[in-house]
């Protein structure tokens, strides 16, 4: 399959494309510094400008699915207003359905929803500083579920951490006590598989470790 990566050369975005890459598939890495980007054997690096529709519709031509990786610094600028998630979601959107593509993967947080079995450090400190970001969040998930001619997942990611794979799981609901981190790969991993399994279509699949 040929996939576009938005963001592709995010942590989690450049880990995608190496999975896919293992797994056989060709990428767009769409992204604003293509200078960023490592070159690899089986992808293409398309600059973009999230703003300008038909730089985003020149960058999904040709795809057979499209993830967007996109993210907004959280942590750098987490209390400024983002609209990058909605956006984003909407332009891409319009661009896969004027080309026909059906298959849409979007990284998304566990902390969207909340949730009273958090971690009262995440419900009271980590949420309230990163809500700008989960209101965006939503407000792109809302955009998915409205698009029933899409195969949308909206990856749910928990905390992401550096370290090597190990068994993950897969959850209905947002984040609580036992479900808070997750490693790049592993979140890599997942995206990579479903791109194909599509074990999550139309869901919001929220991944952890047990
Ligand atoms: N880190 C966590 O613990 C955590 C937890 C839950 C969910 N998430 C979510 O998971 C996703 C990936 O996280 P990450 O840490 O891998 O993100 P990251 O390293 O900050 O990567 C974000 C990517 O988005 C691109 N981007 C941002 N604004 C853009 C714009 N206007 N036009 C084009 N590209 C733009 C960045 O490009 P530039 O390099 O050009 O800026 C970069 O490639 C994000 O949505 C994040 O909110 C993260």
């Given at each position: 399959?040929?996939?576009?990566?938005?963001?592709?050369?995010?942590?989690?975005?450049?880990?995608?494309?190496?999975?896919?890459?293992?797994?056989?598939?060709?990428?767009?890495?769409?992204?604003?510094?293509?200078?960023?980007?490592?070159?690899?054997?089986?992808?293409?690096?398309?600059?973009?400008?999230?703003?300008?529709?038909?730089s985003v519709l020149a960058t999904v031509q040709g795809s057979d699915a499209v993830i967007s990786a996109l993210g907004s610094g959280a942590l750098?600028?987490?209390?400024?207003?983002?609209?990058?998630?909605?956006?984003?979601?909407?332009?891409?959107?319009?661009?896969?359905?004027?080309?026909?593509?059906?298959?849409?993967?979007?990284?998304?947080?566990?902390?969207?929803?909340?949730?009273?079995?958090?971690?009262?450090?995440?419900?009271?400190?980590?949420?309230?500083?990163?809500?700008?970001?989960?209101?965006?969040?939503?407000?792109?998930?809302t955009i998915l579920s409205e698009s029933d001619d899409l195969e949308w997942t909206s990856v749910r990611l928990s905390y992401l951490v550096e370290c090597g794979s190990k068994p993950y799981k897969v959850y209905d609901t947002s984040i609580d006590s036992s479900t808070f981190r997750i490693g790049f790969k592993d979140a890599a991993n997942f995206v990579a598989n479903e791109v194909k399994e599509r074990k999550c279509m139309r869901k919001m699949a929220t991944i952890a470790y047990p």
């Open positions: 399959m040929h996939v576009t990566v938005f963001g592709a050369n995010g942590q989690t975005g450049h880990e995608i494309v190496k999975q896919l890459l293992q797994r056989g598939h060709t990428m767009t890495a769409a992204v604003r510094r293509p200078s960023t980007v490592q070159p690899l054997d089986g992808v293409t690096v398309c600059k973009i400008d999230l703003s300008d529709q038909p750098r600028s987490a209390r400024k207003k983002t609209s990058l998630y909605s956006d984003s979601a909407r332009a891409i959107r319009a661009a896969m359905r004027q080309l026909d593509v059906k298959k849409l993967i979007v990284l998304s947080s566990s902390g969207v929803d909340e949730e009273e079995n958090a971690p009262f450090f995440y419900n009271c400190i980590i949420r309230r500083f990163l809500m700008n970001t989960y209101i965006d969040m939503a407000r792109m998930e």
